[in-house]
């Protein structure tokens, strides 16, 4: 079992940046595929990007493509989503997930394929 915290969200202007960081308990993190969620106001939580067990592979949402970047340091328990050119469209809570798997090549974008969630950080991002 994996407990997940997250942390750096907060109130930043458009075209700003904020890195959101995901802390997990256990001792076990390189067993998990990792992903980033994301939830506004009034919408379905939807996909931001995942990262495999080992970090050689992640994926994007089109929206953020190119702007966010997922990353992990698996010595520290730690995944990471760098958030650059911030827009107000970005605004919600951000939910690390995990999903144990043997395939160390496997990612997720499927909320329903994921485990173990955490509490969500605010992002606002003013215009």
């Known amino acids: 079992q994996v407990q997940l915290v997250e942390s750096g969200g907060g109130l930043v202007q458009a075209g700003g940046s904020l890195r959101l960081t995901c802390a997990a308990s256990?001792?076990?993190?390189?067993?998990?595929?990792m992903g980033w969620f994301r939830q506004a106001p009034g919408k379905e939580r939807e996909f931001v990007a995942t990262i495999t067990r080992t970090g050689r592979s992640t994926y994007y949402a089109d929206s953020v493509k190119g702007r966010f970047t997922i990353s992990r340091d698996n010595a520290a328990n730690t995944v990471y989503l760098q958030m650059n050119s911030l827009k107000p469209e970005d605004t919600a809570v951000y939910y690390c997930a995990a999903r144990s798997t043997l395939n160390s090549r496997s990612y997720y974008l499927g909320e329903n394929e994921y485990t173990y969630w955490g509490q969500g950080t605010q992002v606002t991002v003013s215009s």
């Open positions: 256990g001792r076990t993190f390189n067993a998990y595929a």
